[in-house]
């Protein structure tokens, strides 16, 4: 129980190298074996450990659980939370709430997408950030709002991106 | 960490708590809710620590740490008690002056009170602000006056004694009769009454039955249950201990957003000092009911806050709605008797069996006791989080609690109930917040969400944004929803293209009634309400941009070009730096011109404009 949670918020090294992380989330699922329906958890925790999760790595962990593919990768396409695809160091969620929409949430996307040079759900090419928009973040005291990673940023208008993506 | 066994202990840990924070004069409630940490008050708490420590007062003041104060949109914020003193919008470059001029100086640092726009006139004493004085807290008690992450400063606030006197001297049908009494209805939206579903579970026979703490709070617009899990993470566990022992269940799922990292980790936290001191996991206070809890994260699906698609998603499968019957109590969780109950729900459980039902009943009104905790968001000056007794006028909360719409523009309508609910209008806008009367007006109380919207909203555009979520969220199982919801979000769409064909309105209509009838859950069945609720109140705007191909409140970008009155533009340039497509030229201290050609209605030029001389007009077309 408590494992989950601390893979979930830490930041520390999963290991470097393929192999590394592999036998880390293999001996997460082993933990997590006898517990009903915990499918989510692991999930949560690989991403964590390996960034993303590609098919190979569901193949992996559906092998390791004994599940059908079929039902791991059901689970992952389902979740907006879960990404095949690989993700930037930073994730740019930009909250697209009711009330940062109202606060021109929209222009700071584009102003983002020009920035950044790429489109929402894409990586830039030197791998630093995923742009993304998010659904409520529950900061609508700050709107409009942009999360990067864990730290939501307030009131941020497209003259104030520079200085919220410097810090990363 | 000792075991806790009897009220003794209770006693014992309640007084040495207080004896310890009663060696200091002052006390200040610094805020770490979600809303002041991303307006980094961590380093404003790091200047009050080094502040005190310079000017020698660590013998005098101590600073608390505590969940959400509630006036979000002036973070950070802090409480000086007992003086109950309110500061706002601390910075690390202010926060030595003040520190300095209240403990030293023994004054009120005035300037960075409360300032109520109005009368611009200082308010220091918190009871004194409008925003605070008519509310009434319940399920928020506590939150922003304890410490979050110490069971014992809420166990010093009576915390756990509740749950002592239920276990040990009321029987679970007892409790169950003080929460049907109290008249307590759901506060996650459905508003069904829980000691009904409480008695359902109780008297549902099975070898294993579950409680579940919904906190999958995904409506956009709404933070209350986030607030609450930061703010008194302890008193959500005793609340869903109490029902675990009121239906008979020994173990309880706290279903939580995978979005809300901080409260995850709170809460996380709470149940690991619970579990220390013996009140998870083990028999309680020597009787032979043991409960245990488990957090469950949810991964980004909003249709998971519906009951049975939240219960799927905890046994780890994809998250789509079973069909009903049989009910959760009947089969719910693994198949076992079930009881799923909101944050708030359960926030209110301990005030009710610690004060009885009559205590909770004098709050709010006939057939909806009690309080309700709204998220007040959109264009309102005092942004942030309120708890209300059920039943008081929407004006009152607007005008009032809220301190009216930012910029003094005149309010058009208030989204109430997320994207399930509806608007209430400007003419409506005495209507008492409950939840039949909500309903009657074509919205309904859901969690909370309460949205204001100015006269710069366009209606059609909201219930689009709307329909959009929705559309994007539907899970796909059921026919009504999934191909229902995009049809209407395509109408939408050419509507606020000005494409709209003239039978659009009676078309979203029809499909409307049909999704509302035939969706399989909570989701498709509630996702046609913005749309209705807007052509009912705002037909003429969905008629504007249909016929006229206008968009009034001039939001929707393809209808839409703006213009500079020339009296009043006085020649700042601005609108000119902030055009995105050079459309606005004009020399310095003359009247500017927009070109319409140019202009793509993105409406910079309009928020920038220091006097006002900017205003939306249709589009003429070619």
């Known amino acids: ?67 059908p593919l079929s039902e791991v990768n059901g689970v992952v396409s389902f979740y907006s939370f879960f990404s095949t695809k690989e993700r930037g160091e930073h994730t740019i969620h930009v909250c697209m709430g009711t009330a940062c929409y109202v606060r021109g949430a929209q222009k700071l996307v584009e102003a983002l997408e020009d920035k950044l040079g790429v489109a929402v759900g894409e990586v830039t090419p030197d791998k630093k950030f995923t742009l993304d928009v998010a659904r409520c973040i529950g900061a609508c005291g700050l709107a409009p709002a942009v999360m990067v990673d864990n730290d939501v940023h307030r009131q941020v208008q497209p003259s104030g991106i520079d200085a919220m993506l410097k810090q990363y | 960490m000792a075991k806790i066994n009897d009220k003794y202990d209770l006693s014992r840990i309640k007084y040495n708590y207080r004896s310890e924070m009663g060696r200091y004069e002052h006390h200040i409630y610094f805020c770490a809710g979600a809303g002041c940490i991303s307006c980094g008050c961590a380093d404003v708490a790091r200047g009050v620590k080094e502040s005190l420590d310079e000017l020698g007062l ?8 505590t969940g959400c104060i509630g006036l979000c949109s002036l973070g950070p914020v802090m409480l000086v008690m007992p003086e109950r003193i309110f500061y706002v919008g601390l910075s690390p470059k202010n926060i030595g002056k003040v520190i300095k001029t209240h403990f030293v100086d023994g004054q009120i640092a005035k300037n960075y009170c409360y300032q109520d726009l109005k009368t611009k006139e200082y308010i220091p004493c918190i009871d004194d602000i409008p925003f605070y004085k008519d509310q009434v807290r319940i399920a928020l008690q506590g939150c922003g006056t304890t410490e979050f992450d110490k069971i014992e400063a809420y166990i010093a606030t009576g915390g756990y004694a509740t749950l002592h006197k239920a276990i040990t001297e009321m029987t679970p049908q007892e409790v169950i009769d003080e929460v049907k009494n109290s008249v307590l209805r759901g506060r996650g939206g459905g508003g069904f009454p829980t000691g009904v579903k409480w008695q359902a579970g109780h008297d549902a026979v099975a070898d294993q039955k579950y409680i579940v703490c919904n906190a999958d709070e995904g409506d956009p617009g709404a933070f209350m249950d986030r607030s609450i899990i930061e703010g008194t993470p302890h008193k959500l566990i005793e609340g869903i201990i109490l029902g675990g022992y009121a239906i008979g269940a020994t173990k309880g799922y706290v279903y939580i957003r995978a979005e809300y990292p901080i409260a995850v980790n709170r ?35 909003f249709v998971c806050g519906e009951e049975t698609s939240l219960m799927e998603s905890i046994e780890g499968h994809r998250g789509e709605p079973r069909q009903k019957p049989p009910l959760p109590f009947q089969a719910g969780l693994f198949g076992k008797p079930t009881i799923i109950n909101n944050v708030e729900t359960f926030a209110n459980i301990p005030y009710i069996i610690k004060h009885g039902a009559e205590g909770y009943t004098r709050y709010g ?14 264009d309102i000056v005092n942004a942030g989080i309120i708890e209300v007794p059920i039943g008081m006028p929407m004006r009152n909360i607007i005008e009032n609690i809220g301190g009216g719409l930012i910029g003094g523009k005149e309010f058009k309508a208030a989204q109430v109930g997320g994207p399930s609910g509806g608007c209430i209008t400007a003419a409506d806008i005495d209507v ?3 939840y039949s009367e909500l309903i009657a007006k074509g919205a309904m109380m859901g969690s909370g969400g309460l949205i204001a919207m100015s006269t710069d909203t366009c209606m059609v555009d909201t219930a689009r944004f709307f329909m959009d979520f929705v559309q994007d969220e539907s899970c796909g199982k059921c026919v009504a929803c999934r191909i229902g919801t995009k049809r209407m979000l395509e109408i939408l769409q050419r509507i606020t293209k000005g494409e709209g064909k003239k039978d659009d309105i009676d078309r979203l209509l029809e499909l409307g009634a049909v999704v509302k009838d035939t969706a399989m859950c909570g989701l498709g069945q509630t996702a046609p309400n913005p749309i209705l609720s807007t052509i009912r109140y705002f037909r003429d705007e969905y008629e504007a941009h249909i016929f006229d191909h206008r968009c009034p ?6 209808l839409t070009v703006f213009e500079i009155d020339p009296q009043t533009c006085i020649g700042c340039t601005r609108c000119k730096k902030h055009c995105p497509t050079l459309a606005i030229t004009g020399e310095l201290k003359h009247a500017h011109v927009v070109d319409p050609a140019l202009c793509i209605g993105c409406g910079a030029c309009y928020s920038s404009c220091p006097v006002d001389a900017i205003h939306p007009t249709k589009r003429e077309e070619n």
């Open chain 2, 58 to 65: 660590n013998d005098k003041v101590k600073m608390i740490e």
């Open chain 2, 365 to 378: 009104r006939v057939g909806a006791h009690g309080t309700k905790v709204f998220a007040l968001a959109g």
């Open chain 2, 267 to 301: 809460l996380s936290k709470a149940i690991d000092q619970a579990r220390a001191m013996g009140l998870l996991d083990e028999p309680l206070f020597g009787t032979d009911f043991q409960f245990s809890l488990e957090i469950r994260i949810g991964a980004g699906a």
């Open chain 2, 553 to 558: 409140a001039g939001r929707c970008q393809a």
């Open chain 2, 432 to 434: 008492p917040m409950d």
């Open chain 1, 1 to 67: 129980m408590s494992l989950s949670l601390e893979n979930l918020t830490c930041n520390c090294d999963h290991g470097s190298t393929d192999e590394e992380k592999y036998a880390l989330i293999g001996q997460m699922i082993d933990a997590y074996k006898d517990k009903e329906g915990s499918l989510i958890q692991v999930l949560h925790a690989a991403q964590e450990i390996y960034g993303y999760l590609p098919l190979e790595l569901q193949k992996f962990i559906a092998l390791r659980m004994n599940k």
